[in-house]
């Protein structure tokens, strides 16, 4: 008689593989508590060990929830037209935990703690720091979830390759011109890939040059931290005058010290952040490695005790006698960061404001429309939340 087997008899459970899943997925676990519990709260003591204040940790989200509900507060209460003491809407949070906690205060970025500087000569020694203490923050899990296939992520997906298509088409486009003795036409893209081609010496190989991906990288970045940037300080000066129109006869005399003013009421990047890469004294306290420090250049240029009582008037001409002089020798003008990492696209900058400035006044004299309402909002750049509604008149 042939004998019955069971069926767990003739398939043994595969204990080892079990086992090997259950500590894989109790690692994971204690990696996550790790990040989401216990290092935040390991930063959070030795920040205020030292006597750091601030907000404290609040699992998982930290100051997320407040951070929102005091943007959607401040967005639905306009400014006064005229008003430029726009830091309690533009950035409520930040604002307040200032007020409470100090110009060097602690909040929280989800689990990542977050310290802001609002003192000039700080964050000067920050963004001035060569010894790699303080990189440009990253957020690998942030860009992950742009692998997500929602609809959203596609059109993102499809538009970037697109961009990549126009770019390398321009690009090879150009390098046979180049090879065929064209000029360069002296642009930035010619440049480029004219010292790129020296370095590569004819052989097409070379340790130092760029390959198209990285050529493609450069124009993307240099479109993005000039574009957005110009139009907005374009757009503040346009609704800035329209609010103090006397300013646009002296205007068509003198644009520099009126976009400086502009820049210092409105700097359309309102903060310049970095991380702290390895542990690191600065101002007397220990910052260990994790950190966000975080440079408020709006709070800086909002100071009354750094520029004076008038602080959140449109005044251009205390920049009559020079930058250093307007900030009573703070030098806390930071409206294009400073140190090694400095906009490289600064002097071109204010070149292309004044020529625009200078053609907009030659032809016209403005003012805002009734429909416009006062909302500084920040969206990467600082924006009107709805428009800049102005009307032009041709003189
Ligand atoms: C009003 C106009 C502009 C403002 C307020 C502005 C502001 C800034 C600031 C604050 C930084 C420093 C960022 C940091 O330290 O992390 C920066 C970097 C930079 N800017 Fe500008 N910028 C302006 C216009 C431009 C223009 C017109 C260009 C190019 C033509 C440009 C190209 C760049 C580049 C390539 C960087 C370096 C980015 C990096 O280091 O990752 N910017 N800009």
């Given at each position: 008689?042939?004998?019955?087997?069971?069926?767990?008899?003739?398939?043994?459970l595969?204990w080892?593989?079990l086992?090997?899943?259950?500590?894989?997925?109790?690692?994971?676990?204690g990696?996550?508590?790790n990040r989401?519990?216990?290092?935040p709260?390991?930063?959070?003591r030795?920040?205020?060990?030292q006597?750091?204040?601030?907000?404290s940790?609040?699992f998982?989200?930290?100051?997320l929830k407040?951070f929102?509900?005091?943007?959607?507060?401040?967005?639905s209460?306009?400014?006064?037209?005229r008003c430029?003491?726009i830091a309690?809407?533009?950035i409520?949070?930040?604002?307040?935990n200032?007020r409470?906690h100090?110009?060097?205060?602690?909040?929280?970025f989800?689990p990542?703690?977050?310290?802001?500087?609002?003192?000039?000569?700080?964050?000067?020694?920050?963004?001035?720091?060569?010894?790699?203490h303080?990189?440009?923050?990253?957020?690998?899990?942030?860009f992950k979830?742009?692998?997500?296939?929602?609809?959203?992520?596609?059109?993102m997906?499809r538009?970037?390759?697109?961009?990549?298509?126009?770019?390398r088409?321009?690009?090879?486009?150009?390098?046979?011109a180049?090879?065929?003795?064209?000029?360069?036409r002296?642009?930035?893209?010619?440049?480029?890939?004219e010292s790129n081609?020296?370095?590569?010496?004819?052989t097409?190989?070379?340790?130092?040059?760029?390959t198209?991906?990285d050529?493609i990288?450069?124009?993307?970045?240099f479109y993005?931290?000039?574009?957005?940037?110009?139009?907005v300080?374009l757009?503040?000066?346009m609704?800035?005058?329209?609010?103090?129109?006397?300013w646009?006869?002296?205007?068509?005399e003198?644009?520099?010290?009126?976009?400086?003013?502009?820049?210092?009421?409105?700097?359309?990047?309102?903060?310049?952040s970095?991380?702290t890469?390895k542990e690191?004294?600065?101002?007397g306290?220990?910052?260990?490695?994790?950190v966000?420090?975080e440079?408020?250049?709006?709070m800086i240029?909002?100071?009354?005790?750094?520029?004076?009582?008038d602080?959140?008037?449109?005044?251009?001409d205390?920049?009559s006698?020079?930058?250093?002089?307007?900030?009573k020798?703070?030098a806390?003008?930071?409206?294009?960061g400073w140190?090694p990492r400095?906009?490289i696209?600064q002097n071109?900058?204010l070149l292309?404001?004044?020529?625009?400035?200078?053609?907009?006044?030659?032809?016209f004299?403005?003012e805002?429309?009734?429909?416009?309402?006062?909302v500084p909002?920040?969206?990467?750049?600082?924006?009107p939340?709805?428009?800049?509604?102005?009307?032009l008149?041709?003189i």
């Amino acid at each position: 008689m042939v004998p019955r087997t069971t069926f767990a008899a003739a398939v043994p459970l595969p204990w080892g593989l079990l086992v090997g899943v259950l500590v894989g997925l109790l690692w994971a676990a204690g990696r996550l508590l790790n990040r989401l519990w216990w290092q935040p709260r390991r930063l959070e003591r030795v920040l205020s060990s030292q006597g750091f204040r601030g907000t404290s940790y609040r699992f998982l989200t930290g100051d997320l929830k407040d951070f929102a509900r005091l943007n959607q507060e401040a967005w639905s209460r306009p400014l006064p037209l005229r008003c430029h003491d726009i830091a309690p809407r533009a950035i409520p949070f930040l604002y307040n935990n200032m007020r409470e906690h100090g110009k060097t205060s602690l909040s929280w970025f989800g689990p990542i703690p977050k310290v802001t500087i609002a003192d000039p000569e700080l964050a000067k020694d920050v963004l001035s720091s060569k010894f790699g203490h303080f990189e440009k923050p990253r957020f690998p899990a942030l860009f992950k979830l742009l692998l997500l296939p929602t609809e959203n992520n596609r059109k993102m997906c499809r538009i970037n390759k697109e961009i990549g298509t126009i770019l390398r088409d321009l690009i090879e486009k150009r390098i046979q011109a180049i090879k065929e003795g064209e000029s360069t036409r002296h642009d930035l893209l010619g440049l480029l890939l004219e010292s790129n081609m020296r370095e590569t010496d004819g052989t097409g190989k070379s340790g130092m040059a760029m390959t198209i991906e990285d050529i493609i990288g450069e124009c993307k970045l240099f479109y993005f931290a000039g574009m957005e940037t110009m139009s907005v300080l374009l757009t503040w000066t346009m609704v800035v005058l329209s609010m103090h129109p006397e300013w646009q006869d002296r205007a068509r005399e003198e644009v520099t010290m009126i976009l400086y003013e502009v820049l210092r009421l409105y700097p359309p990047g309102n903060k310049i952040s970095r991380k702290t890469y390895k542990e690191v004294e600065l101002g007397g306290i220990v910052y260990p490695a994790g950190v966000i420090v975080e440079m408020s250049v709006l709070m800086i240029h909002h100071d009354p005790d750094i520029w004076g009582s008038d602080v959140h008037e449109f005044k251009p001409d205390r920049f009559s006698e020079g930058i250093c002089k307007a900030s009573k020798g703070h030098a806390a003008f930071l409206p294009f960061g400073w140190g090694p990492r400095i906009c490289i696209g600064q002097n071109f900058a204010l070149l292309e404001a004044k020529i625009a400035l200078c053609m907009i006044l030659q032809r016209f004299e403005f003012e805002l429309a009734p429909s416009y309402t006062h909302v500084p909002h920040i969206v990467v750049a600082m924006h009107p939340m709805h428009g800049a509604q102005v009307k032009l008149r041709v003189i």
